[in-house]
């Protein structure tokens, strides 16, 4: 049986697939042959004075085909064996035009004005799906409106890479805004800033960011410091859910922040397994991976509120303190402290807070980050929404006691390699999440929104459901952030005074985008250096820049990342990068499950990094190819970070004791040099948590026993009047 053989396969990055179409029949003239319209397209033939069939008996001839799919258009070309007379200069000629035509534009964020119209109103002509949705949200209004303000916070910081707004001062700078404030006249914003004698206001750690952030800081009030967090929203007000691994749950109980019976108070759901499927039915056959299975990745569903309500619980009962809606404004930097300026939402002022050093957790969006990196703050970035979601989708589409960790159900889109991600949590509930890996650029930043519309058009594809009939809890978003470092070096996460963590510091695993357990990973580590810097007065960058999670076997993984990343300004082949992914899980497949664990959850080895590559690459010879066209020019880095990788392993092996000797060595080494003491720390932290492994026992922190926290008391009467509640002190309202 004779098949007809593909010659081409384009993605035109149009949702508009009837333009395509009638561009192909009314305006493409071919160089050569006689075009024929067809319902999908059209069939080009040999001119008739020349026309004449194959030695096969079959005709001659070129059909190329349209159709729709993740709201773009796709083309195909084929023909029988025999291809026409000067085919691929017709074919070429058919790729330039059509890309000169409908080129790739990136979606622009529309200016809205809020004063005289409700954000669904001035969203709605440009994402309709997405406002009519939100509405169905309980919070869809403000949550919508926050969408919105993330995705211009981002776009305004990518835009401004290479001079971004300084924030972070040394005491005695002119250009300080303190400096111009009490140079300024009375009608001026005032600041309410503390005296030098007044020490109510003064901490041992500032953290600036009440989300992961108030993780850290629970651990540090544990620790005996006094410890405030700067929120800029609602303290508990979060728009992501959080899954972690049972290893990674054990860490927190064996750090002490949580009990075994606390933690489990937060999981919702604990799964049998997870899937891991990229689509393959435009690839070769030999390249198809079977569906990869997890066991024990991000397996357990927490409860994201309670968890971070009972970190800050843990803070406040510690002796730390909250200041949420506060947006932190910028910092001074002097020999005795640092001095932070936030500013109350809702405030004309200022208010000054003082502390030994800073703790920069603002994520993506650190002011603090951009000024100290410019343009190597991120390299790259994953716009991620999605929602969560309950009834609607029956257990015969899917089994609710297992997750959906990577799956793409098409090609390249629009300049972007769609991922979902499912994860269940209580009651029939779903999480579902709608990703792709970019890379950072000023012109296509990636969009929140438009994002958000491919979510709710293509959902039912996915899933095989009506999105009407499903019941829409809250929605999820944010942009993940990345960094490929070749060396700890590379990318500054210090200054005197001021350190970051979590996302701020790009500390997320480069398959699975886990910001949270990368950081409950290393929050042994983290708390352990931070304890000993503040005990022993060492807050210089010199000193602060040791407390990184930096890993060596995640900066190699970043090829992989890479692979997921569409080149900005080019068009790649539609299937390429399910073709990359499809190979390398090929490989992983065929290791055993904890293996593919230890893989997905960072903490592989040299050998098992180097076996499953090099089965790739045997398996599939192409995949140095594809991932050349997609990495060419960061290869020479990448080789750098593995020689570092190859380099870092073989010391782990040679110094594998080190970690004991210090740990053992404690007592006199901290008395005898304590700057001495800091740097063996870190060290021997890098030989266990920076090559992905589990540190000895007798290395690992623990925190002293938490104090009880309070019990809830039940609420007293407020006394009210007619008029509206203004939150006023002790419920009274007044008078007017």
Excluded at 454 to 464: E, G, M, T
Excluded at 531 to 555: G, Y
């Amino acid at each position: 049986m004779m098949c007809m053989q593909e010659v081409l396969y384009l993605e035109v990055p149009t949702p508009n697939t009837n333009a395509v179409k009638g561009w192909l029949q009314e305006t493409f003239t071919p160089g050569h042959g006689q075009k024929i319209v067809t319902t999908d397209g059209i069939r080009i033939e040999p001119d008739p004075s020349t026309s004449s069939v194959a030695t096969t008996g079959l005709p001659r001839a070129l059909a190329i085909v349209t159709w729709s799919a993740q709201r773009t258009t796709y083309l195909k070309a084929f023909r029988w064996q025999t291809p026409l007379s000067r085919e691929t200069a017709l074919l070429e000629q058919l790729n330039r035009q059509i890309r000169q035509h409908f080129p790739l534009t990136p979606p622009q964020l529309p200016e809205i004005d809020l004063s005289q119209q409700t954000i669904f109103k001035a969203l709605a002509p440009h994402y309709p799906k997405t406002v009519a949705y939100f509405q169905r949200m309980p919070n869809g209004e403000a949550d919508l409106s926050q969408v919105y303000s993330r995705e211009k916070r981002w776009r305004d910081c990518v835009s401004t890479l290479s001079q971004p707004a300084k924030v972070i001062f040394r005491q005695g700078d002119p250009a300080a805004p303190s400096r111009r404030l009490s140079a300024s006249d009375e009608d001026s914003s005032p600041s309410d800033a503390p005296g030098p004698d007044d020490t109510e206001d003064h901490y041992d750690l500032i953290v600036i960011g009440g989300v992961l952030g108030v993780i850290q800081a629970a651990a540090m009030a544990l620790l005996g410091h006094r410890v405030l967090v700067i929120e800029r929203h609602a303290f508990g007000q979060l728009n992501r859910e959080w899954n972690l691994s049972r290893s990674e749950g054990q860490t927190l109980i064996d750090l002490g922040l949580f009990s075994q019976e606390e933690l489990a108070g937060l999981i919702l759901q604990e799964y049998d397994g997870g899937h891991i499927k990229c689509l393959d039915v435009n690839i070769p056959p030999l390249t198809r991976a079977p569906v990869l299975q997890t066991t024990g990745v991000l397996n357990v569903a927490l409860d994201t509120a309670a968890l971070i309500r009972q970190c800050g619980a843990k803070l406040r009962a510690a002796g730390g303190t909250i200041l949420d809606n506060t947006e932190f404004r910028w910092a001074e930097i002097d020999d005795d402290q640092a001095t932070v300026y936030v500013q109350p939402k809702g405030s004309e002022a200022y208010q000054a807070r003082r502390g030994r050093v800073l703790v920069d957790a603002m994520g993506i969006n650190s002011p603090i980050a951009w000024q100290l990196n410019r343009e190597r703050t991120v390299n790259s970035v994953c716009p991620m929404v999605g929602a969560r979601i309950s009834g609607g989708i029956p257990e015969t589409v899917w089994d609710p006691h297992y997750s959906d960790l990577i799956s793409s159900h098409g090609d390249i889109s629009r300049g972007r390699q769609l991922l979902w991600e499912l994860l269940p949590g209580s009651e029939r509930e779903l999480t579902i999440y709608l990703f792709h890996y970019h890379p950072v650029n000023p012109d296509n930043p990636g969009s929140l929104l438009a994002l958000y519309e491919d979510f709710f058009h293509l959902l039912p594809d996915y899933r095989r459901c009506d999105p009407d009939k499903l019941t829409w809890r809250k929605p999820t978003f944010g942009y993940v952030p990345g960094y490929f470092s070749q060396s700890p070096k590379e990318r500054a996460i210090a200054w005197d005074r001021i350190v970051a963590i979590g996302d701020t510091a790009c500390l997320h695993s480069p398959l699975l985008l886990t910001g949270l357990s990368s950081l409950v990973r290393h929050l042994p580590r983290l708390s352990a250096l931070l304890h000993t810097a503040l005990s022993h007065d060492l807050v210089k960058a010199r000193h602060l820049r040791q407390i990184r999670a930096f890993q060596s076997n995640t900066a190699v993984t970043w090829l992989l990342a890479k692979g997921m990343m569409v080149p900005p300004g080019r068009q790649l082949p539609p299937a390429r990068v399910n073709a990359v992914l499809n190979g390398f899980f090929t490989s992983l497949a065929q290791e055993k499950p904890e293996v593919v664990e230890r893989f997905l959850q960072d903490g592989w080895g040299w050998l098992e990094f180097n076996r499953v590559l090099l089965k790739a690459g045997y398996q599939n010879p192409s995949m140095l190819k594809w991932i050349w066209g997609l990495a060419k020019a960061d290869l020479g880095r990448w080789v750098l970070a593995y020689l570092s990788f190859t380099l870092h392993a073989i010391v782990g092996v040679l110094f594998g004791w080190l970690p004991r000797w210090v740990a053992w060595s404690r007592a006199w080494w901290e008395t005898l040099t304590p700057s001495g003491w800091f740097w063996l720390q870190a060290q021997s932290y890098k030989l266990t948590y920076g090559l992905g492994k589990p540190p000895p026992v007798e290395t690992t922190l623990q925190l002293p026993p938490p104090p009880p926290l309070p019990k809830k008391q039940p609420p007293k009467p407020v006394p009210r009047d007619n008029a509206t509640d203004t939150g006023a002190p002790n419920g009274v309202v007044p008078k007017r």
